[in-house]
C-alpha cells in the first residue's frame, strides 16, 4: 500500500514536475479520435433546487468528518447517483479496489447497513475486514454507481500542469498503472484521462472546468498544506481565502459539501484541524470574503506568523488572548501549548494540551507534536530531550489510563517515537482515543450549519 505523501513534500515531490521549469517533450494535442474516445460525455444541463454558488451563495448542505473516506459513507446515505465530485486534495484517493471486495461493499451498500460499512472502512493503518478506505473511496464509489466522474483539484499552478510526460510520470509513483497513466492528456486547459475506467480531470484551483450539473464537493484541509513548504509554523489563513477566492471565480454549482479533516489519515497535523472550521464557515458565509474577519481568526494567524519569527515574549501574550477570547475551544489552547513549550515553559504547555485534550479527545495528537518540535528544537540541550519527551508522553497517558485491552499504547506511541516511526506513534493514539471515547462522542457526520 503507498503511504500518504508528506505535504510539505508535496510539492517538491509532484513538481519536481511542479516548481521548475517545464522540461523534456513538449505536450502533443491528442487526435480527434482519441479526443473522441476519452471525452468526458456531459449530460443535459440538471436543475437542483437545493444548490448553490461556490463560493458566492451561502451553502444549503455543509458536514464536517474525520475520515475522507466518510464521503462515501454520507453520499450513499443521501441516495447519491452518477454525479461528479469535486474532490480538493493533495491526494487522489482512488486507488482501484478488486472486484472481490467491490462485491461486498455493495452487498452491504445495496442493504442500506451504514453502521457494518462504517465498521468496515477505515484510514490508512485499517488492515483485515476493511472494505474501502481514505485511499480508494472514490474509485469505491465509481464502482458503485454513486460517482460518475471525479474532477481532482491539486494545489499546484495551472502553467505546473502542461508537461505531459511529467504528469504521467507522477501518476505512477502514486499509483496509477501504466495503461491508466497513459490515458491522461491535455485538452482545453486541464488533463484528462481514466483510472481503470473512472473519468477523471485534474486541474488546478483556477482552472476548474465548467459544469453543466451541480457537483459534489468534497474538500480535504490537506490541500491547503500542500501550498506551504513549511506546514509547521506557515499561516493557513490566506491559502483558505486564496481558494474560495478562486472557488467563486470559477462559477460551479454544487448542492452538497462535505470538509474533511483528516487528522487520523495522517495528512495534517493536528495543530491545523481548525482549517476545516474556518472552511465550513465559509461555505456557509461566503459574503466574510468581504468583510472583516472573525477575531479569532485575525489574531490567530497573527500568532503564528509571531511565533514563526521567534518572538516569543509577544507569542506568550497573544497565545493567552487568544485563550480568553474563546476559552471553550480546544484549538486555542493548543496554541498556547505551542507557544509555551517555544518558550520552555514544558509543565504549562502540558497543562495547556491537556486542556485541549480535554475539550476534544482528538487533541491527543498535539502531545505527540509536542513531542516532535523538542525533538528538533535547538531550544533543549541534547541530554535534556529525551527526559522532556518522556515527561510529555507520560501526561498523555494520563488523560484515559489503560483501555480495556490493558494495552499501554501511550507507552507504545513513545517506542515508536524514540525508534524514528512517527507514523506508527500516531496510529497508537488514534487507536487510545477509539478505545476511550464512547461513539456519541466521535459522531461520523457533525452538521456545520445545523
Not at 473512472?198 to 459534489?216: G, H, N
Not at 487520523?264 to 465559509?282: C, F, N, Q, R, W
Not at 521567534?310 to 505551542?338: C, K, R, W, Y
Amino acid at each position: 500500500m503507498l503511504s500518504r505523501l508528506p505535504n510539505s513534500l508535496f510539492l517538491s515531490a509532484l513538481f519536481g514536475l511542479c516548481t521548475l521549469p517545464a522540461c523534456g517533450d513538449e505536450p502533443k494535442p491528442a487526435s480527434t479520435q482519441q479526443q473522441a474516445q476519452q471525452q468526458v460525455a456531459l449530460p443535459p444541463a440538471i436543475d437542483y433546487p437545493d444548490s448553490w454558488l461556490l463560493g458566492v451563495e451561502p451553502a444549503k448542505h455543509v458536514a464536517i468528518i474525520e475520515d475522507h473516506s466518510d464521503a462515501l459513507l454520507y453520499w450513499l446515505e443521501q441516495g447519491r447517483s452518477q454525479r461528479t465530485v469535486l474532490h480538493i486534495d493533495t491526494h487522489d484517493d482512488s486507488r482501484v479496489v478488486n472486484d472481490e471486495t467491490i462485491q461486498h461493499l455493495a452487498a452491504f451498500a445495496d442493504a442500506k447497513d451504514y453502521t457494518t460499512l462504517k465498521d468496515k472502512s477505515g484510514v490508512a493503518y485499517s488492515t483485515g475486514g476493511k472494505v474501502f478506505n481514505i485511499g480508494n473511496f472514490l474509485y469505491a464509489g465509481y464502482r458503485l454507481g454513486v460517482v460518475r466522474e471525479v474532477i481532482w483539484v491539486l494545489p499546484a499552478r495551472p502553467q505546473d500542469l502542461v508537461n505531459i510526460s511529467q504528469v504521467q510520470g507522477y501518476l505512477e509513483n502514486v499509483g496509477f498503472d501504466r495503461a491508466s497513466a497513459q490515458t491522461f492528456h491535455l485538452e482545453d486547459g486541464v488533463i484528462r484521462g481514466k483510472r481503470a475506467g473512472m473519468p477523471m480531470v485534474i486541474c488546478t484551483s483556477q482552472t476548474i472546468p465548467p459544469q453543466r450539473e451541480a457537483v459534489l464537493l468534497s474538500l480535504d484541509i490537506d490541500y491547503l498544506m500542500g501550498k506551504h513548504q513549511d506546514p509547521i509554523s506557515s499561516p493557513m489563513l490566506q491559502a483558505t481565502l486564496n481558494l474560495f477566492n478562486e472557488l467563486a471565480a470559477s462559477k460551479i454549482v454544487t448542492d452538497d459539501a462535505l470538509v474533511s479533516y483528516s487528522v487520523h489519515g495522517g495528512s495534517i497535523p493536528v495543530m491545523h484541524k481548525y482549517t476545516g472550521d474556518y472552511l465550513a464557515e465559509l461555505l456557509r458565509n461566503p459574503s466574510m470574503l468581504k468583510q472583516p474577519l472573525p477575531r479569532l481568526w485575525q489574531e490567530r494567524d497573527r500568532l503564528l506568523a509571531t511565533r514563526a519569527q521567534g518572538d516569543i515574549d509577544t507569542a506568550l501574550v497573544m497565545a493567552t488572548n487568544l485563550v480568553n477570547l474563546e476559552p471553550g475551544n480546544a484549538s486555542v489552547h493548543m496554541e498556547q501549548s505551542f507557544a509555551l513549550l517555544q518558550a520552555n515553559d514544558v509543565e504549562a504547555s502540558i497543562q495547556s494540551m491537556t486542556m485541549a485534550t480535554q475539550l476534544d479527545p482528538s487533541y491527543l495528537l498535539g502531545f505527540l507534536e509536542l513531542a516532535l518540535v523538542v525533538g528538533q528544537s535547538s531550544n533543549f540541550a541534547a541530554d535534556q530531550k529525551d527526559p522532556v519527551i518522556d515527561q510529555i508522553f507520560a501526561a498523555a497517558g494520563e488523560i484515559f489510563g489503560l483501555p480495556a485491552d490493558g494495552v499501554d499504547r501511550v507507552q507504545k506511541c513513545a517506542n515508536h517515537y524514540h525508534e524514528g516511526e512517527y507514523r506508527r506513534a500516531q496510529i497508537e493514539l488514534f487507536r487510545l482515543v477509539e478505545d476511550s471515547v464512547s461513539a456519541a462522542e466521535l459522531e461520523v457526520f457533525i452538521p456545520a450549519n445545523g
